[in-house]
Protein backbone atom coordinates (compact mmCIF):
# COMPACT_ATOMS: atom_id res chain seq x y z
CA UNK A 1 0.00 0.00 0.00
CA UNK A 2 1.77 3.25 -1.30
CA UNK A 3 0.29 5.99 1.20
CA UNK A 4 1.38 9.54 0.56
CA UNK A 5 2.20 11.55 3.42
CA UNK A 6 -0.28 14.53 2.69
CA UNK A 7 -3.23 11.72 2.95
CA UNK A 8 -2.16 11.24 6.52
CA UNK A 9 -1.45 14.81 7.70
CA UNK A 10 -4.26 16.60 9.70
CA UNK A 11 -4.99 20.40 9.23
CA UNK A 12 -5.98 22.72 11.58
CA UNK A 13 -9.19 22.49 10.13
CA UNK A 14 -9.16 18.88 10.93
CA UNK A 15 -8.29 19.57 14.51
CA UNK A 16 -10.65 22.70 15.37
CA UNK A 17 -13.35 20.36 13.57
CA UNK A 18 -12.76 17.65 16.16
CA UNK A 19 -12.68 20.07 19.05
CA UNK A 20 -15.63 21.64 18.18
CA UNK A 21 -13.45 25.41 18.83
CA UNK A 22 -11.73 27.90 16.24
CA UNK A 23 -8.34 28.50 17.61
CA UNK A 24 -7.31 31.86 18.60
CA UNK A 25 -4.57 33.29 20.46
CA UNK A 26 -5.40 35.68 23.17
CA UNK A 27 -2.92 38.06 23.99
CA UNK A 28 -3.21 40.08 27.64
CA UNK A 29 -1.03 42.68 27.78
CA UNK A 30 -0.49 45.47 31.08
CA UNK A 31 1.91 45.88 33.34
CA UNK A 32 3.45 44.15 36.73
CA UNK A 33 0.85 43.04 39.14
CA UNK A 34 -2.16 44.98 36.51
CA UNK A 35 -4.01 41.24 36.82
CA UNK A 36 -3.09 39.39 33.88
CA UNK A 37 -2.24 35.99 34.86
CA UNK A 38 -5.75 36.55 37.25
CA UNK A 39 -7.51 37.35 33.96
CA UNK A 40 -5.70 34.86 32.22
CA UNK A 41 -6.60 31.82 34.54
CA UNK A 42 -10.11 33.25 35.13
CA UNK A 43 -10.37 32.82 31.55
CA UNK A 44 -9.34 29.49 30.94
CA UNK A 45 -11.87 28.47 33.72
CA UNK A 46 -14.84 29.94 31.99
CA UNK A 47 -13.95 28.84 28.97
CA UNK A 48 -12.99 25.32 29.93
CA UNK A 49 -16.51 25.63 31.54
CA UNK A 50 -18.18 25.54 28.08
CA UNK A 51 -16.01 22.44 26.73
CA UNK A 52 -12.73 24.73 25.55
CA UNK A 53 -9.51 23.31 25.16
CA UNK A 54 -7.05 25.91 25.93
CA UNK A 55 -3.48 26.56 27.39
CA UNK A 56 -2.45 29.21 29.48
CA UNK A 57 1.44 30.72 28.83
CA UNK A 58 2.84 33.00 31.01
CA UNK A 59 6.13 34.74 33.07
CA UNK A 60 5.76 31.88 35.44
CA UNK A 61 5.41 28.92 32.84
CA UNK A 62 7.90 30.59 29.92
CA UNK A 63 11.14 32.16 31.54
CA UNK A 64 11.32 29.06 33.83
CA UNK A 65 11.46 26.62 30.34
CA UNK A 66 11.89 27.70 26.74
CA UNK A 67 13.00 31.00 27.64
CA UNK A 68 15.26 31.07 30.56
CA UNK A 69 18.23 32.30 29.29
CA UNK A 70 16.75 35.56 28.19
CA UNK A 71 17.19 38.48 30.63
CA UNK A 72 15.31 41.49 30.71
CA UNK A 73 17.63 44.11 28.42
CA UNK A 74 15.40 45.32 25.53
CA UNK A 75 17.15 42.81 23.07
CA UNK A 76 16.22 39.80 25.50
CA UNK A 77 12.89 41.19 25.88
CA UNK A 78 11.87 41.16 22.29
CA UNK A 79 13.77 37.98 21.73
CA UNK A 80 11.24 36.79 24.50
CA UNK A 81 7.84 37.67 22.83
CA UNK A 82 9.71 36.37 19.50
CA UNK A 83 9.96 33.34 21.08
CA UNK A 84 6.40 32.90 22.90
CA UNK A 85 4.47 34.06 19.36
CA UNK A 86 6.75 31.14 17.72
CA UNK A 87 5.09 28.79 20.32
CA UNK A 88 1.33 30.27 19.78
CA UNK A 89 1.82 29.06 16.12
CA UNK A 90 2.40 25.92 17.26
CA UNK A 91 -0.78 25.73 19.37
CA UNK A 92 -2.50 27.56 16.75
CA UNK A 93 -1.52 24.50 14.14
CA UNK A 94 -3.24 22.28 16.87
CA UNK A 95 -6.59 23.94 17.20
CA UNK A 96 -6.07 24.86 20.61
CA UNK A 97 -6.81 28.45 22.04
CA UNK A 98 -3.89 30.05 23.81
CA UNK A 99 -4.06 32.47 26.96
CA UNK A 100 -1.11 34.38 26.71
CA UNK A 101 0.16 36.63 30.19
CA UNK A 102 2.77 38.76 29.05
CA UNK A 103 3.91 42.58 29.46
CA UNK A 104 4.90 42.72 26.25
CA UNK A 105 5.33 46.51 26.89
CA UNK A 106 5.67 48.22 23.61
CA UNK A 107 3.55 48.52 20.46
CA UNK A 108 5.89 47.36 18.36
CA UNK A 109 6.81 44.45 20.24
CA UNK A 110 3.26 43.80 20.41
CA UNK A 111 3.25 44.07 16.70
CA UNK A 112 5.64 41.42 15.83
CA UNK A 113 3.73 38.75 17.74
CA UNK A 114 0.45 39.82 16.04
CA UNK A 115 2.66 39.39 12.83
CA UNK A 116 4.29 36.51 13.44
CA UNK A 117 1.01 35.28 14.84
CA UNK A 118 -1.50 36.40 12.33
CA UNK A 119 -3.42 39.51 12.52
CA UNK A 120 -6.56 36.95 12.07
CA UNK A 121 -5.82 34.92 14.85
CA UNK A 122 -4.79 37.37 17.78
CA UNK A 123 -7.25 38.96 20.23
CA UNK A 124 -5.10 41.62 22.06
CA UNK A 125 -6.82 42.37 25.48
CA UNK A 126 -5.38 45.64 27.76
CA UNK A 127 -5.35 44.89 31.41
CA UNK A 128 -5.52 48.71 32.00
CA UNK A 129 -4.29 49.34 35.90
CA UNK A 130 -2.31 52.66 37.07
CA UNK A 131 1.03 52.32 37.77
CA UNK A 132 -0.19 53.27 41.72
CA UNK A 133 -2.82 50.75 41.65
CA UNK A 134 -0.04 48.13 40.63
CA UNK A 135 2.63 49.57 43.28
CA UNK A 136 -0.33 49.40 46.07
CA UNK A 137 -1.42 45.15 44.79
CA UNK A 138 2.51 44.46 44.46
CA UNK A 139 2.05 40.50 44.95
CA UNK A 140 5.79 39.73 43.98
CA UNK A 141 7.83 42.76 45.78
CA UNK A 142 8.83 44.03 42.63
CA UNK A 143 7.67 47.68 43.04
CA UNK A 144 9.32 47.51 46.16
CA UNK A 145 12.42 46.35 44.74
CA UNK A 146 12.48 48.39 41.97
CA UNK A 147 11.50 51.84 44.07
CA UNK A 148 14.51 51.08 45.79
CA UNK A 149 16.49 50.87 42.73
CA UNK A 150 17.21 47.04 43.11
CA UNK A 151 15.46 46.09 40.19
CA UNK A 152 16.79 48.19 36.65
CA UNK A 153 14.92 48.57 33.44
CA UNK A 154 11.50 47.92 35.73
CA UNK A 155 8.59 48.62 33.15
CA UNK A 156 6.37 51.81 34.11
CA UNK A 157 9.10 53.01 36.36
CA UNK A 158 12.76 53.42 34.43
CA UNK A 159 11.77 51.22 30.69
CA UNK A 160 8.45 52.30 28.18
CA UNK A 161 5.07 50.96 28.54
CA UNK A 162 3.03 52.40 25.83
CA UNK A 163 -0.91 51.70 26.14
CA UNK A 164 -2.19 49.40 23.47
CA UNK A 165 -3.06 51.50 19.95
CA UNK A 166 -4.83 48.10 18.90
CA UNK A 167 -6.45 46.04 22.10
CA UNK A 168 -9.63 44.45 21.26
CA UNK A 169 -10.63 44.89 24.67
CA UNK A 170 -9.73 46.93 28.01
CA UNK A 171 -10.17 45.74 31.47
CA UNK A 172 -9.42 48.00 33.52
CA UNK A 173 -8.71 46.34 36.81
CA UNK A 174 -8.77 49.86 39.01
CA UNK A 175 -12.69 49.77 38.20
CA UNK A 176 -13.66 46.47 37.34
CA UNK A 177 -13.96 43.38 40.07
CA UNK A 178 -12.26 40.25 38.61
CA UNK A 179 -15.19 38.52 37.84
CA UNK A 180 -16.61 41.64 35.43
CA UNK A 181 -13.34 41.72 34.13
CA UNK A 182 -12.87 38.15 33.41
CA UNK A 183 -17.20 38.61 31.91
CA UNK A 184 -15.52 41.00 29.72
CA UNK A 185 -13.22 39.46 28.31
CA UNK A 186 -14.86 35.74 27.94
CA UNK A 187 -17.81 37.24 26.22
CA UNK A 188 -15.47 39.49 23.57
CA UNK A 189 -13.38 35.67 23.20
CA UNK A 190 -16.35 33.27 22.94
CA UNK A 191 -17.66 34.85 20.06
CA UNK A 192 -14.79 34.29 18.37
CA UNK A 193 -14.03 31.01 19.36
CA UNK A 194 -16.72 29.44 18.88
CA UNK A 195 -17.25 26.74 16.25
Not at 70 to 77: A, C, K, M, N, V
Request: net charge negative; charged share 30%; aromatic share 8%.
Amino acid sequence: MNIHPTNIYLTRNDKEQYLKQKAKVIWITGLSGSGKSTLAHGLERRLAEKGYLTQVLDGDNVRTGINNNLGFSEDDRTENIRRIAEVNKLFLNCGIITINAFISPTNEIRQMAREIIGTENFIEVFVDASFESCTKRDPKGLYKKALAGEIKNFTGLDAPFDRPEHADVTVNTDELSIEEGIEKAYQYVKAAVRW
